[in-house]
């Protein structure tokens, strides 16, 4: 079993930044793929980010040039670097791990940029 905890969400004005983390605990030597989600009020979860352990990381067009994502493993994080954030990244950022053919998922953290 796995289990992701997110941190890092808060409210922020527009141009401005946060980064978020996430932490993986448990049965985790397996974890291949990580991600980041994000889901506003009224749409569909989106994807944000990825990184493995092999490819390089890929983005939503929406983020390329403004959000960085890397990973630690000695500390079992991956972290969303936002800069640049704009209202329309206002959502719920979800943290997912793969392992196998299984997805886990983290509670969510609250982003909200005004403007």
């Known amino acids: 079993q796995v289990q992701l905890v997110e941190s890092g969400g808060g409210l922020v004005q527009a141009g401005g930044s946060l980064r978020l983390s996430c932490a993986a605990s448990?049965?985790?030597?397996?974890?291949?793929?990580m991600g980041w989600y994000r889901q506003a009020p009224g749409k569909q979860r989106e994807l944000v980010a990825t990184?493995?352990?092999?490819?390089?990381?890929t983005y939503a067009d929406s983020v390329k040039g403004r959000f960085t994502i890397s990973r630690d493993n000695a500390k079992n994080t991956v972290y969303l670097q936002m800069n640049s954030l704009k209202p329309e990244d206002t959502g719920v950022y979800y943290c997912?791990?793969?392992?196998?053919?299984?997805?886990?998922w983290g509670q969510g953290t609250q982003v909200t940029v005004s403007s």
């Open positions: 997912k791990g793969t392992k196998g053919l299984y997805d886990y």
């Open positions: 990184i493995t352990n092999r490819r390089s990381p």
């Open positions: 448990g049965s985790i030597l397996s974890i291949n793929g």
